[in-house]
Nanobody, 121 residues
Framework: QVQLVESGGGLVQAGGSLRLSCAASRRTLSSSAMGWFRQAPGNERRFVAA????????YYAYSVKGRFTISRDNAKNTVYLQMNSLNPEDTALYYC??????????????WGQGTQVTVSS
């Protein structure tokens, strides 16, 4: 019912920055909150950040606090993830997600196809 399309991934050196974007095809009651997860080979998919519709509620994984910033542009129905001070541990396939703010961290309703972020040392 909701298509999420990520972009902005790529290869960057440690200490560099990348900005990911995710455009949603539409907003529904079950997709008003949006966020990001990541998964490295051999590891489970883990929560990174989330933001509610109004942008006044944000959640971050402890490992990215102070380095990553999530934001959104509702006119474009797009969420962004600004990633600074990247390190090799940030290397993963990053997935955009949408759902309700109260449950998006554990059970998103929609997923994007993922965009690869690779950080070299």
């Amino acid at each position: 019912q909701v298509q999420l399309v990520e972009s902005g991934g790529g290869l960057v050196q440690a200490g560099g920055s990348l900005r990911l974007s995710c455009a949603a095809s539409r907003r529904t009651l079950s997709s008003s909150a949006m966020g990001w997860f990541r998964q490295a080979p051999g590891n489970e998919r883990r929560f990174v950040a989330a933001i509610n519709w109004n942008g006044d509620i944000t959640y971050y994984a402890y490992s990215v606090k102070g380095r990553f910033t999530i934001s959104r542009d509702n006119a474009k129905n797009t969420v962004y993830l600004q990633m600074n001070s990247l390190n090799p541990e940030d290397t993963a396939l990053y997935y955009c997600a949408a759902g309700r703010i109260v449950t998006i961290q554990t059970n998103p309703n929609y997923w994007g196809q993922g965009t690869q972020v690779t950080v070299s040392s």
